[in-house]
């Protein structure tokens, strides 16, 4: 028998249906995997048992030919995603021992259409971070390594875990948050498609906030044809989520092998930064020559406001955050740190819960949202926002389809090798995605050639509003023109 | 808008005449079965933290979604006070921590209220009017209590309270005086009673008073202000507002000045005392909550809204007033509670002729039914006799059956023994006469004996009432007064 980690999940899927193996075999084989790669340190919570109980059900009911839409697929599941008596903790010392008495709506969508549940991946804390640096249980290893190298990298964040146990076939499938970059960046970094689909698209209820008005929740997966798969699960209207749209989910599968030609390509030059590397700008050239060779059209299109979406964001996000993560507090679950006086064990409890860079945001969020700073901060801030929206809205009514860019300034790093001294190093890493959640719009990350040492590196295509299916026709004709990428083995 | 101020409202300092400027912001309970932003239940009373939703303990990941319930009562309201409606209005959160706020941030509505400028009229005990503008009306969630005295050494906190909607309702400080507060006040609890969207019980913390106040001299600009919070009772209001007036006056005519603070009033020892000072209040950071989407609707939804509401205090009053002759003043006191309001027009409902005896049922049910009730401690809504059996007695007064001496008998049956006047003045032949031989009779029979009587009152026409008190004692008091009273004068030719 073939290693069925190696599979793509729509060939688990096809396989499971035709019972050419079973859900437990296929799950007993990620179980398998995830033990011999614990140095990667993408999981943070195994649930063999869980995992197995799900498994025999989804075989029973796939027996019947009810298995679901995902009958029988493993899959692992992110920490901000609040999972019903299985320990949630947004890989914060905040949470504890956090264990929720409810299920998200998206993780229940996907249990309902038969998934099964391998864990729960590690990420940044509170999906604050580029890298997977800042995770209460310490950094995730990116399964990729230079050539010839053995030094450890980053997987990216925040969804490092969700990118570095895809990448590494821990599972055939994992659910990620996107709030500035944190499933395209890491999907790029780990070879892998990521999916961030339009704001309001996933319902926000029961995942852990960091900045409601960004937040998003998507696939990261190792195909485009497996991320289209895993969002027509995950995404639909929820009623306990104000801001979730009342949209049809359409099967999204369908779009996948539709042709490109005919489509308008929109190239933005402001996408064209200082000090680029030679060979983003390369990557960027042939995937764009790749769309054109398919029958595409390439336009040079302009958004005039890209360069101040990264300050606005990072005054947004954090903003937004101060508020949402007042609520860990210890008074009623999670961390409590005992004080003389109330103030006191608010003070010591979120000090010693919290890490550095959650201090660093509550802070910054804080203050751009004080008396005196508000309107030269927040206010502004939005205002750019919304110019931001506006260069998008006008660029699609000129009959783009999509926009194509760099998904990232650069290919994977060296863990502890960058925003040490500087956080704004690790902040540029979120250049060409943050515009996306800014403007409310979905973007996918498509792996598309590899730098000098190796490593891969992907290109972004972002969307109009609800029309994820365009993006992955043309994410899947990038794929089928730069082919797969997967990582040499060196962990087991 | 201001109020016009009579001189006796102005209070006498050493350094001359002072005017006291107060603002009140009302919160205001909504009458609803769920709470602003969760389904949990509102009801009052329940065991400590038995009405905890999720979302209510702020547990990670969960989001508010508003109670459409709560926003028609606001729009209501909103139509009560003859306000503007806002079709777009906005929530917004409001940071501070505290353990009675799981979120560590109130959802309130900041910078666009959902009802805007707005005003109600009210009476003070002299008759005087004045009307009192309304800056804002905005929806917002209460927080929940700490319990200090379940552990000596630790605080617990109760949610059930956590999240329920408030209707916060800011006044312009146009009024003057104590009483102008308290009348603003129980006008304000009137016109919600009526509207059903709050039941107005301060005692249970269901409408609660923020009051602002300052001094100065007539015509000066507006003095520094302080705020006492949270005041929750009528009576505490005008004394938390003059020993607040009385105190910054002191302070001025010694040559001090006011610092803008934050004040408690304590009823016990009846003065306010500092909470928190101007430098310690708190930054609270409001900016848009990102989880809530603005609040819209469309003009026919408030149109709806405006065509069911019930017919409010000031519009019923003169009704009152021009349909049935009565005085402003019963009409008043009957509008003043909704259920009492309710029981008159129930009783006039029951009456044969409503046009004839409108005015002598608002006496009856004033004087003798709410006198009553009042002596005996008891409400309305526990009142032993009907609006069916209070039209009864005032349809056989009306109708010349009974009269007003024997109606407060047969009041008194029915109060006691309850059963269907009308029957009862049957059965118990307290039937007024009318029959004029049979009086005559009598009243011949009575001149005849009192010979001395007959010539004092033709000297004396007043001095006639002795023979009518003859008269109405022979008769059982059953003879119709007006039959006796023609006849009298007939007979003694005065």
């Not at chain 1, 606005?312 to 961390?335: C, H, M, Q, T, W």
């Given at each position: 028998m073939t290693d069925l980690t190696s599979l793509t999940l729509a060939e688990a899927r096809d396989g499971l249906a035709t019972k050419s193996f079973t859900s437990v075999e296929l799950t007993d084989a990620h179980l398998k995997a995830m033990e011999a790669a614990r140095v990667l340190n993408a999981y943070v919570l195994e649930t063999p048992d869980q995992a197995r109980a799900m498994a025999q059900a989804a075989d029973a009911r796939l027996a019947k030919g009810e298995g679901g839409w995902l009958g029988g697929v493993p899959l692992?599941?992110?920490?901000?995603?609040?999972?019903?008596?299985?320990?949630?903790?947004?890989?914060?010392?905040?949470?504890?021992?956090?264990?929720?008495?409810?299920?998200?709506?998206?993780?229940?969508?996907?249990?309902?259409?038969?998934?099964?549940?391998?864990?729960?991946?590690?990420?940044?804390?509170?999906?604050?971070?580029?890298?997977?640096?800042?995770?209460?249980?310490g950094p995730v290893i990116n399964p990729w390594r230079r050539d010839g190298s053995d030094v450890n990298l980053v997987p990216g964040g925040s969804s490092g875990g969700s990118a570095s146990a895809v990448a590494a076939g821990l599972c055939l499938g994992a659910t990620a948050t996107d709030t500035g970059g944190s499933i395209r960046q890491p999907a790029a970094f780990a070879g892998i498609v990521g999916m961030k689909p339009t704001y309001g698209r996933c319902s926000r209820w029961g995942t852990v906030a960091f900045a409601s008005s960004l937040d998003q929740a998507g696939p990261i997966a190792r195909t485009v044809r497996d991320t289209a798969i895993l969002m027509r699960s995950m995404a639909g209207y929820d009623p306990k989520d104000s801001t979730s749209v009342d949209r049809e989910v359409p099967d999204y599968e369908a779009a996948i092998g539709k042709s490109v030609k005919g489509m308008k390509i929109g190239i933005p030059?402001?996408?064209?930064?200082?000090?680029?590397?030679?060979?983003?700008?390369?990557?960027?050239?042939?995937?764009?020559?790749?769309?054109?060779?398919?029958?595409?059209?390439?336009?040079?299109?302009?958004?005039?406001?890209?360069?101040?979406?990264?300050?606005?964001?990072?005054?947004?996000?954090?903003?937004?955050?101060?508020?949402?993560?007042?609520?860990?507090?210890?008074?009623?679950?999670?961390?409590?740190?005992?004080?003389?006086?109330?103030?006191?064990?608010y003070e010591n409890t979120r000090a010693e819960g919290f890490g550095a860079e959650v201090r660093r945001r509550v802070m910054i969020g804080t203050y751009?949202?004080?008396?005196?700073?508000?309107?030269?901060?927040?206010?502004?801030?939005?205002?750019?926002?919304?110019?931001?929206?506006?260069?998008?809205?006008?660029?699609?009514?000129k009959g783009i389809h999509a926009i194509l860019t760099p998904a990232t300034p650069s290919a994977a790093f060296g863990i502890g090798e960058k925003g040490g001294a500087d956080p704004i190093e690790m902040y540029l890493n979120d250049i060409f995605t943050v515009t996306v959640n800014m403007a409310g719009l979905p973007g996918i990350a498509v792996p598309a050639g590899k730098d000098a040492q190796g490593l891969p590196l992907g290109l972004q295509l972002i969307g109009r509003p609800f029309d994820e299916e365009t993006l992955f026709s043309i994410g899947e004709t990038i794929e089928q023109a730069s082919g797969r990428f997967t990582p040499t083995k060196w962990w087991a | 808008?201001?109020?016009?101020?009579?001189?006796?409202?102005?209070?006498k300092g050493a350094t001359g005449d002072w005017e006291m400027v107060i603002g009140l912001e009302i919160h205001a309970q909504v009458n609803s079965h769920a709470k602003l932003f969760s389904g949990s239940s509102t009801e009052f009373g329940g065991a400590p933290n038995s009405h905890v939703s999720l979302?209510?303990?702020?547990?990670?990941?969960?989001?508010?979604?508003?109670?459409?319930?709560?926003?028609?009562?606001?729009?209501?309201?909103?139509?009560?006070?003859?306000?503007?409606?806002?079709?777009?209005?906005?929530?917004?959160?409001?940071?501070?921590f505290y353990p009675d706020l799981p979120q560590g941030y109130q959802i309130s509505q900041y910078k666009s209220p959902i009802v805007?400028?707005?005003?109600?009229?009210?009476?003070?005990?002299?008759?005087?009017?004045?009307?009192?503008?309304?800056?804002?009306?905005?929806?917002?969630?209460?927080?929940?209590?700490?319990?200090?005295?379940?552990?000596?050494?630790?605080?617990?906190?109760?949610?059930?309270?956590?999240g329920v909607a408030l209707m916060e309702i800011v006044s312009k400080p146009d009024m003057r005086s104590s009483e102008q507060a308290q009348a603003y006040v129980s006008k304000l609890r009137t016109i919600l009673r009526y509207l059903g969207t709050c039941d107005g019980d301060m005692e249970k913390g269901n409408l609660r008073a923020d009051c602002n106040v300052s001094v100065r001299k007539p015509g000066d600009p507006l003095g520094t202000r302080c705020e006492i919070k949270n005041v929750n009772s009528i009576r505490f209001i005008g004394q938390a507002i003059d020993y607040e007036a009385r105190r910054q006056i002191g302070i001025l005519e010694d040559g001090?000045?006011?610092?803008?603070?934050?004040?408690?009033?304590?009823?016990n020892k009846g003065e306010t005392r500092s909470m928190r000072s101007k430098e310690e209040a708190h930054d609270y950071r409001y900016f848009p909550d990102p989880d809530l989407l603005p609040l819209e609707f469309s003009e026919d939804y408030v149109a709806a809204l405006k065509a069911e509401l019930p017919e409010l205090p000031d519009e019923k009053k003169a009704r009152f007033i021009s349909a049935f002759g009565l005085s402003a003043y019963d009409a008043a006191v009957l509008v003043v509670e909704r259920e009492s309001a309710e029981f008159f027009e129930t009783t006039l409902a029951g009456l044969a002729d409503k046009a004839r005896d409108g005015k002598l049922a608002a006496n009856w049910v004033i004087n003798e039914l709410f006198g009553r009730l009042n002596k005996e401690g008891q409400d309305i809504a526990s009142s032993p006799v009907s609006a069916a059996q209070m039209a009864a007695i005032i349809d056989l007064i009306g109708a010349g059956v009974i009269s007003g001496k024997i109606a407060k008998d047969l009041f008194e049956i029915v109060w006691t023994e309850g059963g269907d006047p009308r029957a009862l003045v049957e059965e118990r032949g307290m039937k007024q006469v009318t029959d004029t031989g049979a009086i005559e009779k009598v009243v011949d029979d009575i001149i005849a004996a009192n010979p001395d009587k007959v010539a004092q009152a033709q000297a004396k026409?007043?001095?006639?009432?002795?023979?009518?008190?003859?008269?109405?004692?022979?008769?059982?008091?059953?003879?119709?007064?007006?039959?006796?009273?023609?006849?009298?004068?007939?007979?003694?030719?005065?």
């Open positions: 692992g599941i992110k920490d901000l995603f609040a999972t019903k008596g299985v320990r949630t903790t947004a890989c914060s010392k905040i949470l504890g021992n956090f264990v929720p008495p409810y299920e998200s709506t998206v993780t229940a969508q996907l249990w309902r259409d038969g998934a099964v549940m391998l864990g729960k991946l590690n990420n940044d804390e509170f999906a604050m971070g580029s890298a997977n640096e800042t995770s209460f249980f030059k402001e996408y064209r930064i200082d000090g680029m590397p030679g060979e983003i700008e390369k990557l960027w050239s042939e995937g764009a020559a790749q769309l054109k060779a398919a029958g595409a059209e390439l336009v040079d299109v302009s958004l005039p406001h890209t360069k101040y979406a990264l300050p606005a964001y990072y005054i947004v996000a954090p903003a937004e955050a101060s508020s949402n993560l007042a609520r860990y507090d210890g008074v009623r679950y999670g961390l409590r740190v005992p004080g003389r006086s109330i103030s006191d064990m751009v949202l004080s008396a005196g700073y508000y309107d030269a901060y927040y206010l502004r801030a939005q205002k750019v926002r919304t110019l931001i929206k506006r260069d998008f809205e006008e660029c699609f009514a | 808008m201001n109020a016009p101020v009579k001189p006796s409202k102005l209070i979302v209510d303990a702020a547990m990670p990941g969960m989001l508010p979604v508003i109670n459409e319930e709560c926003v028609k009562q606001a729009v209501r309201t909103g139509l009560g006070l003859n306000a503007q409606i806002n079709r777009r209005s906005t929530f917004d959160r409001k940071n501070y805007g400028e707005g005003e109600v009229t009210i009476e003070l005990a002299d008759g005087e009017t004045a009307t009192v503008g309304i800056e804002r009306l905005h929806l917002e969630q209460d927080a929940g209590k700490l319990v200090h005295d379940r552990n000596p050494s630790s605080t617990s906190v109760d949610l059930n309270r956590s001090g000045s006011i610092d803008q603070e934050t004040r408690l009033y304590d009823p026409p007043a001095l006639m009432g002795w023979f009518v008190g003859q008269v109405m004692k022979s008769s059982g008091g059953k003879a119709n007064p007006q039959v006796v009273n023609d006849l009298l004068k007939s007979k003694l030719g005065i």
